[in-house]
């Protein structure tokens, strides 16, 4: 090789290598200690969310099986209609809210400013809506930052599992970051918002991050705090650009990632999607294996999480040009609500369970003292749970809670009144869960014994019963 050309190619390669910093404190200051595997890891590049490869729609496993073997409820007709109520809330409009508080902020790099008055809106967003909320502050590879978490408890006292919603709330510099990640973290606030008007029977975790587009930084810190706590964590569903579509066509697909842990996760939204398909309008892509998004550390850690990823890759991604304008706001609410219906279906919504309807009794309205008469009881529950009856016979004594009892279900009970009189039968109904309806009556009159000429004819037979025995007989029967 030609003296000029070597010198050339020396020159160069030093002026390169000039431009790059090559500094071994903060490498080694941006490795990870994995407390699961004991080890330090180096954590990943900023991630390109979804490898998008696999666009085949891939079934595994018995979802049906599985899902109905989880969680019963399911298929309960009243609990699908609670949770329409629920996802129908979502519109266009709540999304397009959220998605213009985060990005009038502007850019909203981690350690910045952008980041911080972003934080404070995700933070006042959940306080309104009467949350438990805090910031999670992380200290990590030079950064200084905050996850916002909000917090629905559960209502099971017996329940430790905890479910978790979540996007990333920061953006790359220049960037406004409608879909990368606005779409997720409105989706997250969404849930928040319409979630809170109800009880569920596990805790919910409404988690937005910082940190991501750093690589992961944020959602790392969390999940191995929680690990270390040793949280219950039973499933993540994690939002990250989920706003994009160019058409209808690409706006009727969705893709998820999941990993073997998580199979079950992809499964059950499978599932959810085919209950509640009328309101949501998707079909699912089974895109494979991903770590191009917070998800990643909690299935690092264990935890089965599921990564929602739009079909078509956002075109104008880190870009100043990622605005809602270029964004699909339908597609956007579509997969919310997916998120949202599946987050209900594992957290079991509690809210839902309506008392029994008011007991019907019938029976005999008047009668004799000491004389038994029968009387049947029903009552419809809402949910078809089992009922149990509670009975006043309006004389100072009752039955107590009886049953359970199929719903609808006709019983049948018998009393006698002692003294004659007026008499309200109460009747309440509540259900296998405690939700008491109202009280049910029926008015009985126990009327005085009948006397032909009073008293003196009845003491004129007991003087001579040993004469006119049938005949005092008949008079007191």
């Known amino acids: 090789m030609n003296k000029k050309w070597i010198v050339f190619i020396c020159v160069n390669i030093f002026l390169i290598a000039g431009f790059i910093p090559v500094n071994a404190a903060e490498i080694n200051s941006k490795r990870i200690y994995n407390y699961r595997y004991n080890e330090y890891t180096k954590p990943h590049d900023p991630p390109l969310p979804g490898l998008l490869v696999g666009n085949e729609p891939i079934f595994k496993i018995d979802v049906e099986k599985y899902v109905l073997d989880h969680n019963q409820q399911m298929t309960d007709n009243s609990m699908r209609g609670d949770i329409i109520d ?17 990005t009038n902020i502007g850019p909203r790099v981690t350690g910045e400013t952008g980041c911080e008055q972003a934080a404070e809106y995700i933070y006042n967003e959940f306080s309104s809506m009467g949350l ?44 406004p970051g409608a879909d990368d990640d606005g779409s997720g973290v409105a989706a997250v606030l969404a849930a928040a918002q319409v979630m809170s008007q109800y009880e569920f029977n596990h805790t919910i975790r409404f988690v937005a991050f910082s940190g991501e587009e750093e690589g992961l930084f944020g959602s790392y810190m969390y999940v191995q705090d929680a690990y270390n706590n040793g949280d219950d964590i039973k499933g993540v569903l994690n939002a990250d650009m989920i706003g994009f579509a160019l058409d209808d066509y690409q706006a009727s697909y969705l893709n998820i990632f999941e990993d073997d842990t998580s199979e ?29 998004s917070d998800h990643y550390y909690f299935w690092e850690f264990g935890y089965s999480a599921i990564f929602y990823h739009e079909y078509e890759f956002n075109h104008y991604y880190h870009s100043p040009d990622d605005t809602i304008e270029h964004m699909n706001l339908t597609y956007d609410k579509k997969g919310t609500r997916l998120l949202i219906a599946t987050l209900a279906v594992l957290a079991q919504m509690s809210s839902i369970n309506s008392p029994p309807e008011k007991p ?118």
């Open 132 to 175: 438990q909320v805090r910031y999670d502050n992380w200290i990590y590879a030079g950064y200084d930052s905050n996850n916002v978490e909000a917090t629905l408890p559960g209502v099971d006292p017996s329940s430790d599992d905890i479910y978790i919603i979540c996007g990333h709330y920061d953006t790359v510099p220049g960037s």
């Open 360 to 477: 019907n009794i019938t029976g005999f309205t008047s009668g004799k003292p000491e004389i038994e008469y029968e009387y049947k009881f029903s009552s419809i529950d809402p949910e078809g749970d089992g009922i149990y009856y509670y009975i006043d016979w309006g004389d100072t004594t009752n039955t107590g809670w009886m049953g359970p009892y199929n719903s609808s279900e006709e019983i049948s009970l018998s009393h006698s009144w002692i003294n004659s009189g007026t008499y309200i039968i109460k009747a309440k109904a509540k259900d296998i869960f405690g939700a008491e309806g109202d009280w049910g009556t029926l008015q009985v009159t126990i009327p005085r014994l009948k006397n032909i000429k009073g008293n003196l004819i009845l003491k004129f037979l007991e003087r001579f019963s040993n004469i006119f025995p049938v005949l005092k007989y008949l008079l007191k029967n």
């Open 86 to 102: 629920l996802i129908t809330q979502i519109n266009e409009s709540m999304i397009l809210g959220y998605l213009q508080g985060l």
């Open 264 to 292: 079950w996760l992809y499964g059950f939204t499978f599932y959810v999607n085919q209950l509640y398909d009328q309101y949501i309008d998707l079909q699912l892509i089974h895109g494979g294996w991903s770590w191009g």
